[in-house]
């Protein structure tokens, strides 16, 4: 079966799709691993902080967590 001009066109058509739709992905996974790793990195310093105060202040890291377990539970027992 021989290929008219259309039907070439419109392959070569597909395969430019093809190839930008995966050049696209590569960019979206770029971008998503990136803030992945921001995510990553922020949080641990987050971690570092939070462990910071509570050494620092033990009595009142310990009325702060009470509070919320008080909230939290006032807010589910209704």
Do not use: C, H, W
């Not at 008219?4 to 058509?13: D, K, L, V, W």
């Not at 921001?38 to 202040?57: H, P, T, Y």
């Amino acid at each position: 079966m021989q290929k008219n001009g259309t039907a070439s066109a419109i392959e070569n058509r597909i395969d430019s799709l093809k190839s930008s739709v995966g050049e696209r992905a590569g960019q979206l996974k770029d971008k998503a691993i990136e803030a992945k790793d921001v995510v990553v990195e922020n949080g641990g310093a987050a971690l570092n902080r939070a462990g910071a105060f509570i050494k620092d202040n033990p009595f009142v890291a310990i009325g702060i967590a009470f509070g919320v377990g008080y909230l939290v539970v006032r807010m589910f027992r209704k």
